[in-house]
């Protein structure tokens, strides 16, 4: 099956910095999605973004498809963006179904 | 909109004893269910999808099995539990046309 990478596992930063967070996966997707799963565990959809660039507020994403991967930008990171992230990958054609990385876990210090 | 539910929140149970979970999805029709399992400090790992009433797929062997009694119910069932079936076990549904999934909070699941 599909192999899905995060990197980096653990990313520790001071409040107001920025910051990238990486998703490589092994196989065309045309379904992918970021999440945040917040400290009781609950996972927050971010981004629905198998291709192309999407911004919301501090947080942008962008997938290149064709190299198969997609990256997260954080900025002015805040000390509520704690949690850990979520990449998950799938084909629209096999029920929708997904695969997760293994997540980057952030820490935002004030 | 659509909702989904996902109860109890947190559970614990001792070894040997029947479990069930059960998920519900409100305001949509015909939704792909699926049941992951997260162990602590990993990432989630499917162990059953559905993509209709009695349509169900597993994809891992392991103790526990799925149902479907009706198109937005999706259950999470065992006979009997073992120490391994700890963890936190989420539910989540998607459209037919399969674009954004969408989680409930969550079952906490202590096996003692």
């Known amino acids: 099956g599909i192999q899905v990478e995060q990197s980096p596992p653990d990313l520790i930063l001071q409040e107001g910095a920025n910051s990238t967070l990486r998703c490589n996966f092994s196989d065309s997707v045309n379904n992918l999605q970021w999440f945040h799963q917040n400290p009781w565990g609950q996972l927050i959809n971010l981004f629905y973004i198998p291709s192309g660039t999407k911004q919301n507020g501090r947080l942008s994403a962008t997938t290149v498809a064709t190299e198969r991967y997609s990256l997260l930008y954080i900025s002015s990171s805040q000390t509520t963006d704690s949690g850990v992230y979520f990449c998950a990958v799938g084909s629209n054609t096999n029920a929708g179904k997904s695969t997760f990385g293994d997540g980057t876990t952030l820490t935002v210090k004030p | 909109s659509q909702t989904i539910h996902q109860w109890p929140a947190t559970l614990v149970q001792p070894v040997g004893s029947p479990l069930s979970l059960e998920c519900t999805v409100e305001g949509t029709s015909n939704p792909n269910l699926y049941w992951y399992r997260q162990a602590a400090g990993r990432g989630l790992q499917l162990l059953f999808y559905?993509?209709?009433?009695?349509?169900i797929s597993s994809e891992v062997p392991q103790n526990l099995s799925a149902s479907r009694p009706q198109d937005r119910q999706f259950i999470l069932s065992s006979k009997k539990l073992l120490l391994s079936d700890s963890g936190f076990y989420l539910c989540?549904?998607?459209?037919?046309?399969?674009?954004?999934?969408?989680f409930g909070q969550g079952t906490r699941l202590t096996v003692v």
């Open positions: 989540a549904w998607r459209g037919q046309l399969n674009t954004e999934a969408f």
């Open positions: 559905s993509v209709g009433i009695g349509q």
